[in-house]
Structure formats: structure tokens, C-alpha cells
């Protein structure tokens, strides 16, 4: 989301703008506030049209048969002024990633059950729209957004009133009816559309949805043969096993309107795809969508909401007293400890036709289309995006599968230090004797070239065994450390000092390594503390007083990082590197094993505290991922176990 701008009202109608979600060619969308307290999404039509009578007339027809669309399949239309100067629509508000989102950059490929309760939600309410006399001309991935009930479809009916300038201004700016990838073949002939029309972008969304893939490939090879390929040629459907979701997909995208299925059949064809019983989509976006879904609705409003809008201006913007649209009094922050990913990253009511910025990217986007060749919209229309592109949040799973083998590992590589470490004790203990006064100087250089004949210390087997347990320990850590660097990147984005490439390439630096990863550990921590306590409120603040912590203590973290720097320490500012056997006599040999014992010793504790540190973090953040009515307090779980918070359908370990 983007702050207001000295562009924007402050009101539009009766609803207190609170950001904005984007703007295209056809307008600009703003996330809203009613006097009630409903948020909503506002999209306000820009001048330019609204002068246009074709296109005004057309637009109230369409958003007058919009507010009949009933169901809970879509975003219903709550409000509307088509006869304002410049007509707006506010519809309902949902907060969800979109589709595109969802595959593109959140998940990929949805399985086999999630499309089924995709195809079934979409395909009522397509039942919904064509029953109020509408054709949606435009359904693609970014128009259906995904919630913990079901898919929802928007921006209905929008894409008919800028057909009515489809041969005017609009054209120039490079709008289009219908997204290249997911239009139909008479869309691309420029025949007549109708609700059949809408059935070949179902099977186009389901296709995608399912393989990851457009059906007919994309615009790379040029956008001409994109359009040929939808009218001349079969869909690529390799991926899709046989069986009912494949003929329904194969049958919505049939050449000949006549033959794809009609609304009823398709009913009765989904009538069985839906399971109530559990969870419609994979549990990592369950529980992604369970942690964020509402995080822009606690938007803080930049100034006391008034009783009453101001009285509108003659273009709907509230007027100032000089008779000027009023500016906004002031910007709307997001709390940073509930930052969630704007428009841009799919999240909200996404821009419908002509609304909306420019992804720039994905299905919806191609290359040369539009007037600056750089791909159209994530909507139909053209637009620019002059708002920031921001990395999706990541989707947090939990680090459960990858910590238990990591501590498996750890304590396996443990053991065979255990075992080595003995065997070097027992090596300096004969060097303290070859080095005592009762062996006479004159033998002490034969006695110690005995003792390297002999080959004191650890065997080669304890050797290879330690090293066969410490490779793949080394692969699990940086694993474990890059999930739950992820997870704490999507608890809290803005709590982090160093970026993702430090979290894994800062165990490699020399030097740096010693305090680094301590500093990218810690901000992990922080963000994967229980939400009261990762930030202290500011009323405990300057009281010189200190609130006790209900979480877990970092005290542990610190003695784990203690030992492993004191290890790596003993490293640089000592021969630990070299072995004992180059050493030229018997004094110096003992003193390079002492070292060597020493950070054997500390890497020994340091081993044992990272397991601890391992299972403690796991489950601090295993529980951040646990629904709410199942999470316990940090401490009700016996130590190192994280609770069971999924029930039968948990998160998914990584």
C-alpha cells in the first residue's frame, strides 16, 4: 500500500481513505474506511473517462448489475455514485494474496484437492455473475484471490464499459480487453462474447493453477503467436493426470463456444470437488494466510475520524476552504510489528480493468504490449505504477522436520568428538611424561619420535567418523538457519539488520564469523518471540523498570555464541591448525595439543548448547505458526518440544 499524496482526497463519498492500492488507466483504487468502520476498496473513475458519455452510461449499467451479483464467491459491490463528476465504486474489501501470487511467488503449482475447491468456487461464482446478466470478460488469476474459505473472483462487468472507448482514447494508452494469456478465441478474433467465453478462462485459470503454467504458453515467442496458439492449437496439459480435473479443463477449453460446457453442467460436474472436512489449500498457506490475511485492516488513520465527511466538492473530493480539493492532513503508516505485502504482491482487492499498477511481470505481463512496451497490468488496462516493487513476504513453514535431523546429526558429530577427544586427552597425558623431569633431556627427541612412530592420538576411523557426521550437520544447519530466517522475515520484515545472502555467506567470512551470525541470529529471535513480546510497549519505556519477560531468555543464545567465538578465537590467535606431530619437539607438540584440546573442549559445549538453541527456536516459532485457539504460552510444552498446534492438518516441515 502507498500513502496519500497531495493528489488524492481525503473522502470519496463516505468513506475515509486510508491508502492506495494502486492506479491504471482507468482509475485509482483506494483502500477505505465507512463511517461504521467497514473497510472496503474504493476505485475512482479518472476524469478523462467520466467526460465520456458512452462510457458513463455504460459504466452505470454494468455496476448496477454488479450490486445484484449475490453469493459468497466474489466481492460484492456495497456502494457507488455513477452521477458523481467522476464516478467511484466501493466494493468489499478482501484481504488475500491473488492468485497469481499464489503460484507465481508464494507456493507454485496448487495439488489436485486445492483445484477442485478452486474450480467449484469459481465456477459458482461465474454462476453468480451470468445470473445477473453479466459476462466478466476478464477472469484471470490476478481477479481471484485466495482466503482461508475459498477463492473469491472480482472486478466484474468492468471490462464492458471500457469497451464502449475501446476505440477512442483507451486504445492509445494500450488497453485491452481481456489478458492476452487467459482471453478466449473469439476474444482474440473480436467476435461476440459471451458467458461461454467465460468458461474458456476457467479452464485457462484451473490449467494454470494446477500445472504453474499458461495453457498456451506465453508471450516470449511474440504476442501473435500467443493468439494463434489460443485459436489454432491444443492446450499443453501435461501434468494433469488423468481423470474428472482434466476432462473439465479440457472440455472449458474447447475451440467451438458450442462445445464447452454450459453453467449447469458445470455445477453438477463440481458438485463433489468440495471437502468441508478439512482445509482447501496446503497447509504452509493456511497457515501464511491464518498469520496475515488481516494485517492491513489495523491501519492507523492519519488523524481523528471525523463524525461526518466533509461536504463534497464538485469532482467528489472534499472541499477546502478555498474551494480547492482538500489534501490529506496528513500519511497513513502501517504498524511496523503488523506489516503485511500491499497490492503489489497480490495481497487485497486487486485493481480490476484499467485499475491497478503495472506488475510488470508474470502472465499478465508481455513483452512489447502496451504503450511503453513494458507489459501491461496485472489488469486489463494500461497504467503506471509509480509506487515501490517490494520482495513478497516470505511463506513461513515450520522448521520442525529440518531441526530434528540437524540435532540428530549434532549429536551424532558429537559423540565422535566425545570419542576423539579421548584419545587426544590420552596423547597429551604421554607428552606430559615425555616432557617431565624423570625422562633425561638427551632422550626426549628419541622418546617423542617414538611416540609419532607409534601415531598417537585419534584413530583415522574416529576421524573420518567425525568428519562423514560434520558434513551433512554443515548442510542441515544452513538449511534449518535459512527456514527460519524466512520464517522471522515473514513474522517481522522490518526487524532485520543484514540481508538474506548474510544469513548463509556470513559463516564463510573470515573474521566477520565471529560476530555476524550472532548479530542475524538475535533479529531472528526477536521476530520469532511471542507478538507481546517483540516489542516492549512504550508506556514501560524510560521508567527504569524492566518488564518481566514471559518469553523464552536469550541468555541461552549467548553462551551457546560464547563458546562457538571462544572456539573460533582459539582458531586464529593460536597453531590449533597445525597437528602435534609437525611440531620439532616434544614441549612445542604439547602445547599445539593443548590448544587443540581446548577449542575441541569449547566446540564440544558449543555443540551441546546449538541443540538447545536448535529445539528452543523451533518451537518458539512453530508455535508463532500455531493457530491462535491452539497456541500455549511459551513453557506449557515440555522443553525443546514445540506443542502440536495444526491438529490433523498442521504446517508442513521444510
Excluded at 471490462?159 to 488497453?175: M, Y
Excluded at 563458546?563 to 597437528?579: E, N, P
Excluded at 590448544?595 to 566446540?603: D, Q, W
Aim: aromatic content about 8%; charged content about 15%; some cysteine.
Amino acid at each position: 500500500m502507498q500513502d496519500l499524496t497531495s493528489e488524492d482526497p481525503q473522502w470519496i463519498g463516505g468513506y475515509r481513505l486510508l491508502g492506495r492500492l494502486g492506479a491504471g488507466g482507468m482509475g485509482r483504487v483506494y483502500l477505505a474506511r465507512s463511517e461504521g468502520g467497514r473497510t472496503v476498496a474504493v476505485k475512482l473513475v479518472q476524469g478523462e473517462l467520466a467526460d465520456q458519455a458512452e462510457f458513463r452510461e455504460r459504466f452505470r449499467h454494468e455496476v448496477a448489475a454488479a450490486r445484484r451479483v449475490g453469493g459468497r464467491w466474489t466481492a460484492p459491490v456495497l456502494d457507488a455514485d455513477t452521477e458523481a463528476p467522476r464516478p467511484w465504486v466501493a466494493t468489499g474489501y478482501i484481504p488475500g494474496p491473488s492468485l497469481l501470487e499464489v503460484v507465481k511467488d508464494l507456493h507454485g503449482r496448487l495439488p489436485e484437492q486445492s483445484v477442485r475447491v478452486l474450480a467449484s468456487g469459481l465456477v459458482r461464482a461465474l454462476n453468480d455473475i451470468h445470473g445477473a446478466g453479466i459476462v466478466h470478460r476478464d477472469l484471470k488469476p490476478s481477479n481471484i484471490l485466495v482466503t482461508l474459505d475459498g477463492p473469491r473472483v472480482i472486478d466484474f462487468g468492468i471490462a464492458r464499459a471500457l469497451e464502449t472507448v475501446a476505440g477512442g482514447q483507451l486504445t492509445s494508452t494500450g488497453a485491452v480487453i481481456g489478458s492476452p494469456g487467459f482471453m478466449s478465441p473469439e476474444q482474440v478474433r473480436g467476435h461476440r462474447v459471451t458467458a461461454a467465453s467465460d468458461v474458456f478462462c476457467l479452464g485457462s485459470v484451473l490449467a494454470y493453477a494446477a500445472t504453474g503454467r499458461m495453457p498456451f504458453g506465453s508471450a516470449e515467442s511474440g504476442m501473435h503467436a500467443l493468439m494463434f496458439r489460443i485459436v489454432s492449437e491444443e492446450p499443453d496439459l501435461d501434468g494433469l493426470p488423468p481423470g474428472p480435473m482434466r476432462d473439465l479443463i479440457a472440455g472449458c477449453l474447447a475451440k467451438d463456444p458450442e462445445q464447452r460446457p454450459g453453467m449447469p453442467e458445470l455445477l453438477e460436474l463440481t458438485g463433489s470437488f468440495t471437502d468441508g472436512s478439512r482445509a482447501w489449500l496446503p497447509a504452509e498457506l493456511t497457515a501464511w494466510l491464518g498469520q496475515h490475511a488481516a494485517r492491513l485492516l489495523d491501519a492507523e488513520l492519519p488523524q481523528p475520524l471525523p463524525a461526518h465527511p466533509p461536504a463534497p466538492h464538485e469532482h467528489g473530493h472534499p472541499a477546502a476552504p478555498d474551494g480547492h480539493p482538500a489534501a490529506p492532513g496528513g500519511t497513513m503508516r502501517l504498524r511496523p510489528t503488523t506489516a503485511a505485502p500491499g497490492p503489489g504482491a497480490g495481497f487485497g482487492p486487486g485493481p480490476g480493468p484499467g485499475f491497478g499498477p503495472n506488475s510488470g511481470s508474470g502472465p499478465s505481463s508481455w513483452p512489447g504490449w502496451g504503450p511503453n512496451s513494458s507489459g501491461p497490468s496485472g489488469s486489463s488496462g494500461a497504467g503506471s505504477h509509480s509506487g515501490q516493487t517490494t520482495r513478497p513476504r516470505p511463506v513461513p513453514k515450520s522448521p520442525r522436520g529440518l531441526s530434528t535431523w540437524l540435532v540428530l546429526t549434532l549429536c551424532l558429530t558429537t559423540l565422535g568428538s566425545i570419542v576423539t577427544l579421548q584419545y587426544d586427552f590420552a596423547l597429551y597425558g604421554e607428552l606430559m611424561d615425555v616432557t617431565s623431569s624423570a625422562v633425561p633431556s638427551a632422550q626426549q627427541p628419541a622418546e617423542f619420535k617414538a611416540l609419532k612412530k607409534d601415531g598417537g592420538g585419534a584413530p583415522v576411523w574416529a576421524d573420518v567418523l567425525v568428519f562423514l557426521f560434520a558434513l551433512p550437520t554443515v548442510v542441515l544447519w544452513l538449511c534449518w538457519f535459512r527456514r527460519v530466517r524466512l520464517n522471522a522475515e515473514a513474522f517481522a520484515p522490518r526487524g532485520h539488520r543484514l540481508g538474506r545472502g548474510w544469513a548463509l555467506g556470513s559463516w564463510f567470512v573470515p573474521v566477520a564469523h565471529l560476530w555476524i551470525p550472532m548479530q542475524i541470529t538475535h533479529d531472528i529471535w526477536k521476530a520469532s518471540l511471542p507478538p507481546e513480546e517483540a516489542e516492549t510497549p512504550s508506556s514501560h519505556r524510560g521508567q527504569g523498570r524492566r518488564r518481566r519477560s514471559t518469553g523464552p531468555s536469550r541468555r541461552l543464545l549467548h553462551l551457546w555464541w560464547a563458546a562457538w567465538a571462544a572456539q573460533l578465537a582459539i582458531m586464529y590467535f593460536s597453531k590449533s591448525w597445525l597437528t602435534w606431530d609437525t611440531a620439532a619437539d616434544a614441549k612445542t607438540a604439547r602445547s599445539v595439543l593443548a590448544f587443540t584440546l581446548a577449542g575441541e573442549v569449547l566446540a564440544l559445549i558449543a555443540a551441546v548448547l546449538a541443540v538447545m538453541v536448535v529445539q528452543r527456536l523451533s518451537a518458539m516459532q512453530d508455535s508463532r505458526l500455531a493457530p491462535p485457539e491452539t497456541q500455549l504460552p511459551y513453557g506449557a510444552e515440555p522443553f525443546g518440544a514445540a506443542p502440536s498446534p495444526y491438529g490433523s492438518g498442521g504446517v508442513h516441515s521444510s
